[in-house]
């Protein structure tokens, strides 16, 4: 079984400031890790993907997270908050490359989303 | 090149009723994924075509819930009847390959969803 937790419902950061977004996760097998934005009258959109090789990736729009298979977390991070960043933040995660099954569902956490202010 | 379109953006009902949803994927991809957010809960998977055929389709709630794409086009998800626990939001994606593990561009493409309440 997998599931993914995202510590605070609503974040609140000031523009300039360091957004970070915590994201957990439980899995049986080693996970493929996503993070997904959800802007305002907008569809679900790919930010940043770990699957293998380096933690550390980057993605669209100056974020990046950290895949840390010891602390079981992937939190996603910006150094710098912009008002286009106003968002909802999804993490999600699905079974890993030791998973031989054909379905690929996506486990999604409940969401975090992103207030920056002046 | 269009997005994956759905319709309605809301749709509201009397309990009991019947609705349904219509995604309409990018055009060449054989793989339409349906998932539910209830308010305030985390995205759940419904189910995973893969061109007219449901690969899997153990997220479907209960029989009240009919997806279907005939020649592999466009998806509806009919709920019928409809009871005040469906009341959320139905996002519909698309992809090339199978899922966000996709050998081409690994990534799964979102519609807005459609706003589904059930008074």
């Known amino acids: 079984a997998q599931s993914v937790t995202q510590l605070g419902s609503h974040v609140s950061v000031s523009e300039g400031a360091l957004v970070l977004l915590r994201c957990n996760y439980s899995?049986?097998?080693?996970?493929?890790l996503f993070w997904y934005v959800q802007y305002p009258n907008q569809g679900l959109q790919l930010l940043l993907k770990y699957t293998t090789g380096a933690t550390l990736v980057k993605g669209i729009n100056g974020f990046e997270a950290e895949f840390k298979k010891s602390e079981t977390s992937f939190h996603l991070t910006k150094p710098s908050a912009h008002m286009s960043d106003a968002a909802e933040y999804f993490c999600?995660?699905?079974?890993?490359?030791?998973?031989?099954?054909?379905?690929?569902?996506?486990?999604f956490g409940t969401g975090t989303r992103l207030q920056v202010t002046l | 090149e269009a997005g994956v379109t759905q319709f309605p953006s809301h749709s509201v009902i009397e309990k009991g009723q019947t609705v349904t949803l219509r995604c309409d994927p990018i055009s060449g991809h054989d793989n339409l994924y349906w998932y539910r957010r209830v308010m305030g809960k985390e995205i759940k998977f419904l189910l995973h075509?893969?061109?007219?055929?449901?690969?899997?389709e153990s997220g479907m709630p209960n029989n009240r819930f009919l997806a279907e794409r005939t020649g592999g086009t466009y998806s509806t998800l009919k709920v019928q009847p409809a009871e005040l626990e469906d009341s959320g939001v139905y996002f519909c994606a698309s992809s090339q390959g199978p899922g966000p593990l996709a050998g081409i561009t690994g990534e799964l493409f979102f519609g807005e969803g459609s706003r589904l309440t059930v008074l």
């Open positions: 075509f893969v061109k007219e055929s449901k690969q899997d």
């Open positions: 899995s049986s097998v080693p996970p493929y």
């Open positions: 999600a995660v699905i079974l890993g490359p030791f998973y031989t099954g054909t379905a690929s569902k996506l486990t």
